[in-house]
Nanobody
Framework: QVQLVESGGGLVQAGGSLSLSCAPS????????MGWYRQTPGKQRELVAV???????NYADSVKGRFTISRDNAKNTVYLQMNTLKPEDTAVYYC????????????????WGQGTQVTVSS
């Protein structure tokens, strides 16, 4: 069973930086779009940033110019560099990936990480 394993996150003061990374455990065939989402209590999970297999990116307006999503296709890893963090960035951040596990799979499947807490103090 493939799982998305996240690392990074933690506590930082406003204006600081944090970096998140995420990669699937186990063997996979292809890794399509990958992204980061975040969620705070009582609110819906929202898109932070997404990157396609070709490297095209899209960001939420609230993080544009501060966050950078990137990927290393050789390592099947997606990164989220978060700079100039604000208290409103505090949330649980989830990794998301569209994965085709084997060459015999006719369709890909979306997987989610377990979430990692990012807390920005004022």
């Amino acid at each position: 069973q493939v799982q998305l394993v996240e690392s990074g996150g933690g506590l930082v003061q406003a204006g600081g930086s944090l970096s998140l990374s995420c990669a699937p455990s186990g063997s996979i065939f292809t890794l399509n779009a990958m992204g980061w989402y975040r969620q705070t209590p009582g609110k819906q999970r929202e898109l932070v940033a997404v990157i396609t297999s070709g490297g095209s990116t899209n960001y939420a307006d609230s993080v544009k110019g501060r966050f950078t999503i990137s990927r290393d296709n050789a390592k099947n890893t997606v990164y989220l560099q978060m700079n100039t963090l604000k208290p409103e960035d505090t949330a649980v951040y989830y990794c998301n990936a569209d994965i085709r596990i084997t060459r015999w799979d006719r369709r890909s499947t979306v997987y989610w990480g377990q979430g990692t807490q990012v807390t920005v103090s004022s």
